[in-house]
């Protein structure tokens, strides 16, 4: 089943990607998503304004330098000027694709009229792509969005439209209206309604939490791609799961403990090597509440971690807690 994607000149091996995730998928997750299988990672959200400005933190999250493609760049902002500059440093940096943001759901960034709130502005929407495919040049500019507003403005067929009108190469789309955030059910069926409207790849995002909703989103969606999200957090098994089912191999099995425990350490160090120990200690307190997440007496672990400052501290908290669960001495909670 699996097969290639083209975005523009960019070809993708398998229609598997990473969702951007504002402080989860810096170059490091991307290293190990890439690894695990994914075919295309997407840099943080990037401010434009803050690119322009010289933000030292905005600019640390730009860094592609001998990161091995394709990665895509997302940007956010609201003015069409603004982001065609922006546009041109991302090329600059590498990107292989330049993604707009049509699709945060914070009030932060909504009040501003960024983000999802781009979606009930579709001539500037419009606009900010146009200028996006003319600073470009030849690397495609791309658009991520949400179902709509709300439930009383889904407008994500006509958005799709009109961002294709302006030049965008693909559109990914997330099943979720902006006051969803992130709870409830994604609706699939509006990624099928794009598909079926725009003469160019859509990529699905939501709730691909298994190798089988990997396959049923294809299948229902008829999507070119699907986006993996939150559940690839702490757990790059799932895309080497659904790397396997795309091309109808047999699934790995899940990983034992030992194995989690020593991906989370690498990651740790991968983080320590990158940022320094005091930032990474700091970052990777919410990326290993997901690795260890569902392991008996995590909640206890979790709270344990938090407290440490020094790498050498989670990590002998981490081997220490993997040796006393083979002497069984981590009791898991009553099955039910």
């Known amino acids: 089943m699996s097969a290639t994607v083209k975005i523009g000149p960019v070809t993708l091996d398998a229609p598997l990607v990473t969702a951007p995730m504002a402080g989860f998928t810096d170059r490091i997750f991307r290293r190990l998503a890439r690894e ?11 401010s434009a304004q803050g690119l322009i400005y010289q933000s ?17 760049v997302q940007l956010f902002g609201r003015e069409p000027e603004i982001l065609a500059r922006a546009t041109k440093m ?54 991520k969005m949400r179902k709509g507003w709300d439930e009383d403005s889904v407008n994500v067929v006509e958005v799709a439209r009109a961002v294709v009108e302006a030049g965008a190469k693909a559109v990914a ?13 994604a609706d699939w069926d509006c990624i099928r309604r794009v598909k079926e409207a725009v003469p160019v790849p859509v990529i699905g995002n939501g709730d691909v939490r298994t190798p089988a909703d990997a ?19 702490g757990n790059p098994w799932l895309l080497s799961a659904i790397r396997a089912a795309l091309e109808g191999k047999e699934l790995p099995p899940p990983p034992d403990l030992a194995e989690r425990m020593a991906m989370a350490i690498r990651h740790l160090n991968m983080m320590v090597e990158a940022k320094g120990e005091k930032t990474a200690v700091k ?20 709270q344990h971690l938090f407290t440490l400052d ?11 807690y993997t040796r006393d669960y083979y002497q069984k001495k981590v009791r898991a909670p009553h099955a039910h």
């Open 173 to 185: 789309v997330h099943g979720r209206t902006r006051s969803q955030f992130y709870s409830g059910r």
């Open 215 to 233: 396959l049923a989103m294809l299948e229902q969606t008829g999507c070119d791609a699907v986006m993996v999200g939150r559940a690839a957090v």
């Open 310 to 320: 020094t790498a050498g501290e989670v990590i002998g908290a981490l081997e220490a």
């Open 90 to 143: 991302a090329v600059a940096a590498g990107a292989a694709l330049v993604d707009l943001n049509m699709g945060c759901p914070t009030p932060k960034i909504v009040k501003n009229g960024e983000g999802a709130a781009l979606m009930r502005d579709l001539p500037l929407a419009a606009d900010i792509v146009a200028a996006m495919v003319e600073a470009a040049g030849p690397v495609p500019v791309t658009v």
């Open 56 to 72: 030292k933190a905005t600019w640390a999250l730009l860094d592609l330098k001998d990161e091995p493609g394709p990665v895509a």
């Open 36 to 46: 695990a299988g994914a075919a295309l990672t997407y840099t943080e959200m990037i």
């Open 283 to 302: 970052e990777m307190r919410k990326v290993l509440a997901c690795y260890i997440k569902g392991l008996p007496g995590a909640a206890r672990l979790r």
